[in-house]
């Protein structure tokens, strides 16, 4: 059904969606390549929310360029939107251009639209095909995926550690295991989120800011500390430049006077707090991604943290996806990766898949994911 060309126009459709990486949250990152006598004519992708999607992107590109997009085959990663949100219908300015073709990389998993975009299309008489690149076109998206069809947020868990698998000196010590270039790379994972997630015992002991600053974007993620008793610093570097990004404290029960004054007073300062607790009075981790996902529209959370956190929240069934960093050396004594239980028996260890694996410098990545089978609906 595809041709060679047909794989090279999505493929630079998908390269146009890649732009959207740091900057289209919560919307997906959608590419779109318009193609004219076999020549590109105009292409595009989403801007910031609120911005132009894809589609109305590639066509202003078109005009601009001094085409007619009548008669034009259109390219797109994602199914183009049928209803109106924070911007009108992209499907209406593809029928007003009266293109011949739309190839869509992949359906919209939006219930919303979930196929009547396509339909839109091929009753204004347009010719539609869908599949081309779906696999990659996916990979771009699979925190909007997750949102859409899981309510929950594609959880990354991040971290560095020895070979040996420790994360830091017996005494903490964790700054640097890892060189710049990893670091760098672990900047990029943090420019694609929603929010930075970590515990408040990182907090107390690294003082991160949590923003990104390797890699250029004209957005930050929310930060998300979680702090069942309140107990985060409030000179925290993590509380500055509120004006950039956002900052959520999740804490347990608000259930003494002490706890409620904090909480007035991190609120006065422009900081949220949420409290969300569990039967044991320490936050309800699996109901915080839910609510990340279903009331604040979060697609991707990037998770920072420490042994503890990491440990719970591979326990709860929270995580979708591991981003480890390996330093070639061995530290010996130190503080592991997470904290969990020792197994009794092979089989009980939980199931990934590697992704992939890169070189920064002298650190190794390893990318990892659930089974999609296993995932947690």
Same mark, same amino acid.
């Given at each position: 059904?595809?041709?060679?060309?047909? #794989?090279?126009?999505? $493929?630079?459709?998908?390269?146009?969606?890649? /732009?959207?990486?740091?900057?289209?949250?919560? &919307?997906?990152?959608?590419?779109?390549?318009?193609?004219?006598?076999? /020549?590109?004519?105009?292409?595009? #992708?989403?801007?910031?929310?609120?911005?132009?999607?894809?589609?109305?992107? =590639?066509?202003?590109?078109?005009? =601009?360029?001094?085409?007619?997009?009548?008669?034009?085959?259109?390219?797109?990663?994602?199914?183009?939107?049928?209803?109106?949100?924070? *911007?009108?219908?992209?499907?209406?300015?593809?029928? !007003?251009?009266? +293109?011949?073709?739309?190839?869509?990389?992949?359906?919209?998993?939006?219930?919303?639209?979930?196929?009547?975009?396509?339909?839109?299309?091929?009753?204004?008489?347009?010719?539609?095909?869908?599949?081309?690149?779906?696999?990659?076109?996916?990979?771009?998206?699979? @925190?909007?995926?997750?949102?859409?069809?899981?309510?929950?947020?594609?959880?990354?868990?991040?971290?560095?550690?020895?070979?040996?698998?420790?994360?830091?000196?017996?005494?903490?010590?964790?700054?640097?295991?890892?060189?710049?270039?990893?670091?760098?790379?672990?900047? #990029?994972?943090?420019?694609?989120?929603?929010?930075?997630?970590?515990?408040?015992?990182?907090?107390?002991?690294?003082?991160?800011?949590?923003?990104?600053?390797?890699?250029? *974007?004209?957005?930050?993620?929310?930060?998300?500390?979680?702090?069942?008793?309140?107990?985060?610093?409030?000179?925290?570097?993590?509380?500055? &430049?509120?004006?950039?990004? @956002?900052?959520?404290?999740?804490?347990?029960?608000?259930?003494?006077? !002490?706890?409620?004054? $904090?909480?007035? =007073?991190?609120?006065?300062?422009?900081?949220?707090?949420? +409290?969300?607790?569990?039967?044991?009075? /320490?936050?309800?981790?699996? /109901?915080?991604?839910?609510?990340? =996902?279903?009331?604040?529209?979060?697609?991707?959370? #990037?998770?920072?943290? @420490?042994?503890?956190?990491?440990?719970?929240?591979?326990?709860?069934?929270?995580?979708?996806?591991?981003?480890?960093?390996?330093?070639?050396?061995?530290?010996?004594?130190?503080?592991?990766?997470?904290?969990?239980?020792?197994?009794?028996?092979?089989?009980?260890?939980?199931?990934?898949?590697?992704?992939?694996?890169?070189?920064? @410098?002298?650190?190794?990545?390893?990318?990892?994911?659930?089974?999609?089978?296993?995932?947690?609906?």
């Amino acid at each position: 059904m595809y041709t060679a060309l047909d #794989h090279e126009f999505m $493929s630079q459709a998908l390269a146009e969606a890649a /732009k959207s990486l740091y900057l289209s949250n919560p &919307n997906p990152r959608v590419g779109c390549v318009v193609v004219k006598g076999g /020549k590109v004519i105009g292409k595009g #992708h989403t801007q910031k929310v609120g911005g132009a999607h894809a589609e109305v992107q =590639a066509l202003a590109d078109v005009r =601009a360029n001094g085409f007619d997009p009548e008669g034009s085959t259109v390219y797109v990663t994602l199914e183009p939107c049928s209803h109106t949100g924070r *911007t009108p219908p992209c499907v209406d300015a593809l029928i !007003a251009a009266k +293109p011949a073709l739309v190839i869509v990389a992949m359906s919209d998993p939006n219930p919303i639209v979930a196929g009547k975009g396509l339909e839109l299309l091929r009753a204004a008489g347009i010719t539609v095909r869908c599949g081309l690149l779906q696999a990659e076109a996916e990979a771009l998206n699979c @925190g909007f995926i997750s949102r859409m069809t899981r309510g929950l947020p594609w959880v990354r868990l991040k971290i560095a550690a020895s070979l040996d698998g420790k994360t830091a000196l017996p005494d903490g010590t964790s700054q640097w295991i890892t060189g710049p270039l990893a670091r760098a790379d672990g900047h #990029h994972w943090r420019a694609q989120a929603c929010a930075i997630l970590t515990g408040v015992g990182t907090v107390k002991e690294d003082n991160p800011t949590l923003n990104v600053r390797d890699v250029d *974007t004209e957005r930050q993620p929310w930060r998300i500390i979680v702090d069942s008793k309140l107990e985060t610093p409030v000179a925290s570097k993590v509380f500055e &430049n509120l004006n950039h990004s @956002g900052v959520i404290l999740v804490c347990g029960k608000l259930d003494t006077p !002490a706890k409620e004054q $904090s909480a007035k =007073a991190f609120e006065a300062r422009g900081i949220e707090v949420i +409290p969300l607790p569990n039967a044991n009075g /320490k936050v309800d981790l699996p /109901k915080l991604f839910t609510y990340l =996902a279903q009331e604040r529209e979060m697609n991707e959370i #990037h998770v920072e943290a @420490g042994f503890k956190l990491n440990g719970s929240l591979l326990r709860e069934d929270c995580v979708d996806e591991l981003l480890l960093y390996y330093a070639p050396f061995l530290m010996g004594e130190g503080i592991g990766m997470a904290n969990i239980s020792p197994l009794t028996a092979l089989e009980q260890g939980q199931d990934w898949q590697i992704l992939d694996q890169a070189m920064f @410098g002298s650190d190794m990545r390893l990318r990892l994911a659930k089974p999609a089978s296993s995932l947690k609906e």
